[in-house]
């Protein structure tokens, strides 16, 4: 695996994993609003953020996954057959 593919795996990784973090800290988290007029905190904002982007980073992150498969496939080739008696 050449070094770009390692790194574009990595950043795909870490993109899928930043996502299931992001979203179960933004579920765990207390958020609320109750609609008064008050100012609407800011965990309620980045919740809604985090749930807005969360499905396009996990695609790209799969999508990095499948292409990084795919590159794989195309440059794959068997190994030379070697003669069991010699």
Do not use: K
């Amino acid at each position: 695996m050449r070094w770009a593919e390692r790194l574009v795996a990595v950043i795909a990784g870490l993109i899928l994993v930043g996502t299931i973090v992001a979203c179960y800290i933004a579920a765990t988290s207390p958020n609320s609003y109750s609609g008064d007029g008050s100012d609407i905190p800011l965990s309620f904002y980045l919740t809604q953020v985090v749930y807005g982007l969360a499905p396009q980073f996990a695609w790209v992150g799969l999508g990095a996954g499948a292409g990084l498969l795919f590159l794989r496939g195309l440059r794959w080739h068997p190994l030379a057959e070697t003669d069991p008696e010699g």
